[in-house]
């Protein structure tokens, strides 16, 4: 006869078994978990192969180097060691824009805001000119392209002494004036990172802009807008520490010269495979680098540092591509085109 005890005695039997069951699978389970992860330490999985979607890519457009000198280079990093970098890194299209008819019209408006109400005179196909003497006396002039947008604004500040007079704003309302003549053109790019806009003091000597150490001897601020870094790197543009949307700020916040050359990424994007780092410093050895920046005081470089980022010409370009940046001693900086070869039209 089936009693209560039996019932408990049996229940209890149940659960004991039950329980070191569960206890024997979990145990299966994080050691098959444990096998994983150390073959995965041993004998990682290679990255799946760069798409290259885009196909061979044309060359990166770089100015002339700030220096033809024949230098030496060595590395002196904190290890020793060029970095390591990873095998691919993501290319992106760039925005592309389509000739519209109302182009004319849509640019005469934008630059009329800036007070450039002109008739256009025409450059080229796409490019336009505006004159105008605003109201203190500054003589100036806007270039546009009117399917991108994108302008250059010159005027007569460095032969009008008119205008070097006057109190030159701090570093907060130089940026403020800027940011509101760009807007009165153009709607501010939403992929501005405005924590690494940058003001750089410059004095006039001789009809001349050089760099200045002070306000009090400095006559102009410009003010470089920097876009955000894209896949984690940051966009470095033809001049260190410079960027293509800049303004030239003077006394009272007269707009002096404006560069606005905007170009941004899309979301498309395609793997392609890269250079090591040590292939780049060869590259750099051999001169196949632009060099933006370097003081010219020793023609041995101290390379402190390399690592990645995008760059972004002050010409068109179809396509966001990546560079290995070398930074080392005497303000040296360079740029070596980090997809190989292969993937290049030569």
Do not use: C
């Not at 699978?25 to 444990?34: A, D, H, P, S, T």
């Not at 960027?243 to 010269?257: A, R, Y």
């Amino acid at each position: 006869m089936f009693t209560l005890s039996q019932a408990s005695y049996d229940t209890k039997e149940i659960l004991k078994w039950g329980g070191l069951f569960i206890a024997g699978f979990v145990v299966i389970i994080v050691f098959i978990q444990l096998i994983l992860i150390v073959k995965q330490a041993i004998f990682p999985s290679p990255p799946p192969r760069p798409t290259v979607a885009f196909g061979k890519l044309d060359p990166q457009l770089f100015p002339k180097s700030v220096t033809a000198a024949k230098l030496t280079y060595k590395i002196n990093t904190l290890t020793g060691y060029l970095p390591s970098l990873p095998g691919q890194v993501k290319v992106f299209k760039i925005q592309t824009f389509t000739p519209d008819l109302l182009n004319l019209s849509n640019a005469s408006g934008k630059v009329a805001a800036a007070g450039f109400k002109s008739a256009p005179v025409q450059i080229s196909s796409v490019n336009y000119q505006w004159s105008n003497t605003d109201p203190a006396g500054l003589a100036q002039s806007i270039n546009m392209n009117i399917v991108t947008d994108n302008f250059v604004l010159t005027s007569d500040f460095l032969s009008n002494s008119s205008m070097l007079t006057g109190t030159l704003p701090n570093q907060d309302d130089s940026i403020k004036a800027a940011d509101a003549y760009l807007n009165q053109i153009n709607t501010f790019p939403a992929d501005i990172d405005t924590s690494k806009t940058k003001t750089s003091l410059f004095a006039i000597q001789n009809g001349s802009l050089v760099p200045a150490t002070s306000f009090a001897t400095a006559g102009t601020v410009r003010v470089d807008f920097f876009q955000k870094d894209v896949d984690n790197l940051p966009i470095v543009y033809e001049q260190t520490n410079f960027s293509n949307i800049n303004v030239l700020v003077g006394p009272e916040g007269e707009i002096f010269q404006a560069q606005y050359f905007y170009q941004t990424p899309t979301s498309e994007s395609a793997t392609y495979p890269i250079r090591t780092s040590a292939q780049a410093y060869q590259d750099l050895q051999n001169g196949a680098a632009y060099i933006t920046s370097y003081d010219d005081s020793s023609s041995t470089v101290s390379i402190t540092d390399a690592s990645l980022a995008y760059y972004i010409s002050s010409q068109t370009q179809r396509y966001l591509m990546p560079v290995i940046v070398f930074q080392g001693s005497d303000n040296f900086t360079a740029y070596v085109p980090a997809v190989t070869d292969e993937w290049i039209n030569k």
